[in-house]
């Protein structure tokens, strides 16, 4: 059976405990074997995290131990899937540049706070993730964030839509949800998610978590049966 950690936590107010629900329900339609932690604590074991399919992080903000971080970039480097939205992933741990080369990007604004209505812009046949999806409207916060140039994006926003500095600038089309590898891992993030109740007002926002999610734990048996080792990152990985 595959096995999926979640992790939740930080700031209560994007709903941790909820949206940790919600992705186990989802991972375990899948035959997922699913544990939902409220600390950081089980990344100290790295034999442990490899034996996973699959970590997935709703913890915004927050501190986390550096040798914690190592053993999530050697695990997902493995293999290991990782997954997750809105500023449980890509809002955590700010101060750990290290987390945000590994996730992919990194919140920096939400102009004019929540409830902003936008149009989420599906990059069509771009991956399986987004396959027979269309775009669809959003009422919750409008994510701006600091990317890395590497991403895949499967879904992108228009900027700005709300009168801030921001607007002195050319319109941006702002990645929504985006995948990207870190050694032989996969990683998925959607930022969407601001509130957990996003998923039900917009089902496409659950499609896309609920594929992602599955499409990053899939790496694993990829790395197993083609025989992938870790050895030429690993050589690298001793300058962090």
Avoid at 39 to 58: K, R, S
Avoid at 111 to 128: L, R
Avoid at 179 to 197: A, E, I
């Amino acid at each position: 059976m595959k096995k999926a950690w979640i992790f939740q936590g930080g700031w209560n107010g994007h709903e941790p405990e909820k949206t940790s629900v919600r992705f186990a329900g989802m991972l375990e339609k899948h035959g997922f074997e699913t544990t939902i932690f409220d600390t950081l604590d089980p990344l100290a074991n790295l034999n442990d995290l490899m034996e996973l399919d699959l970590m997935v992080f709703c913890w915004t903000m927050g501190e986390i131990n550096r040798e914690y971080t190592k053993n999530v970039a050697r695990a997902v480097g493995a293999g290991v899937g990782l997954a997750g939205c809105h500023g449980g992933m890509c809002d955590s741990f700010r101060n750990d540049t290290e987390w945000q080369f590994i996730t992919g990007g990194q919140w920096v604004s939400h102009p004019g706070g929540d409830g902003i209505e936008y149009t989420v812009n599906i990059c069509h046949g771009s991956s399986p993730i987004t396959e027979g999806l269309s775009d669809f409207p959003v009422c919750s916060e409008h994510y701006y964030l600091h990317v890395d140039p590497a991403i895949e994006v499967l879904a992108t926003t228009r900027f700005p839509i709300v009168s801030y500095y921001h607007i002195s600038n050319k319109p941006v089309d702002m990645p929504v949800a985006w995948t990207k590898m870190w050694g032989n891992g996969r990683v998925f993030y959607n930022s969407l998610g601001h509130h957990d109740d996003v998923f039900e007002k917009s089902p496409n926002a659950a499609i896309l978590m609920e594929r992602g999610m599955i499409w990053a734990a899939e790496g694993k048996q990829i790395a197993l049966e083609q025989n992938l080792t870790t050895e030429r990152f690993e050589n690298k990985a001793k300058m962090y």
